[in-house]
């Protein structure tokens, strides 16, 4: 089990890393995140952001060889199975987006406003991939320190969705108001 959580961690951030390569090669600045001149809030979000999504990473490759799964069997490959279902959230949301995926608020980078495949049942499936990905590599390594990085990850992803919501009405306007009616913020469309 160990190791298909590793080949989880492994295939999940492939996929970030080679979606921030290939955009590179075409000029385009993937990583966003707590860069420029934006506003302290902000600023801090996506910098506790960035260092949790970072250290959450180190805490499970620590975890696949340093930590002997204590969990019941069925719950490790519970874990298993929600691992590849955030991999392959975060695959679709990625190859969804095209060009206009970013990581992080983009202060002078505008991007068209995705609104369809997995984005028409969730407006954050990148994040719900993460969060997916996290609990599925927890539940196979389960320690106290995993837990707490996943925990911290997890919150400090939900409070960049937060940010992220006061700042697309100011690009999308009416838009994105609209879409935030239909689309829930995680999984799911409003009746």
Request: charged share 20%; glycine share 6%.
């Amino acid at each position: 089990m160990k190791f298909a959580a590793l080949f989880v961690i492994v295939f999940f951030y492939s996929v970030y890393l080679g979606k921030m390569l290939a955009q590179r090669k075409k000029g385009i600045r993937t990583d966003q995140i707590a860069v420029g001149k934006k506003k302290a809030p902000l600023f801090w979000t996506e910098l506790l952001m960035k260092i949790a999504t970072y250290s959450v990473v180190a805490a499970e490759v620590i975890s696949v060889f340093a930590v002997r799964p204590v969990l019941p069997l069925p719950v490790q490959v519970a874990g298993v199975v929600i691992g590849f279902l955030g991999d392959a959230v975060f695959l679709c949301a990625v190859i969804t987006m095209k060009d206009s995926w970013r990581a992080g608020i983009p202060e002078n980078d505008r991007t068209k406003m995705v609104t369809g495949g997995i984005y028409s049942v969730s407006r954050n499936p990148a994040f719900l991939a993460f969060d997916l990905a996290y609990l599925g590599v927890l539940l196979v390594l389960f320690n106290i320190p995993l837990l707490a990085f996943s925990v911290f990850s997890a919150v400090m992803l939900h409070l960049q969705i937060l940010q992220e919501e006061k700042f697309l009405p100011t690009v999308f306007g009416d838009e994105y108001r609209n879409y935030k009616n239909h689309v829930r913020r995680y999984l799911g469309k409003r009746k």
